[in-house]
């Protein structure tokens, strides 16, 4: 800061440079780097404490929401594998069903189908 800005600020005379250095108020505040610090009024530095604190919880709830995206995305993934396991073994079965003449053979790949609970009995 200015020295003079400095005597200014304090209040103090500055003698003869009175008449010829006539700052107006908003350069001498602009010369005084920790405004900020020395402010009466603390709501400047209060809302950008409060600006800091909501950026960092955006930035940690945006860490959170990324990250349960992603678990819901490997779970379909996983999901949709194990749909198409099903679908294939289903297939492998018809097939095979579908092959066979015998209603007794049928029979027994149905019962089984019913005990692993890869079928539900019609009613």
């Not at 996983?78 to 749909?83: C, D, F, G, T, V």
């Not at 097939?95 to 049928?106: A, C, F, G």
């Amino acid at each position: 800061m200015k020295p003079i800005n400095v005597e200014i600020t304090m209040g103090h005379s500055i003698g003869i440079s009175a008449s010829y250095y006539k700052p107006t108020e908003s350069e001498v505040l602009k010369d005084l780097r920790a405004i900020d610090l020395l402010t009466v009024s603390n709501d400047s530095i209060s809302l950008k404490k409060q600006v800091g604190e909501l950026q960092q919880k955006s930035k940690d709830n945006e860490y959170i929401i990324r990250g349960k995206m992603q678990e819901r995305d490997e779970e379909m993934r996983s999901l949709s594998a194990q749909l198409h396991l099903m679908q294939s073994q289903m297939q492998t079965i018809l097939s095979i069903m579908s092959q066979t003449d015998s209603q007794d053979i049928k029979k027994q790949i149905a019962e089984q189908l019913i005990q692993l609970r890869l079928y539900k009995a019609a009613d």
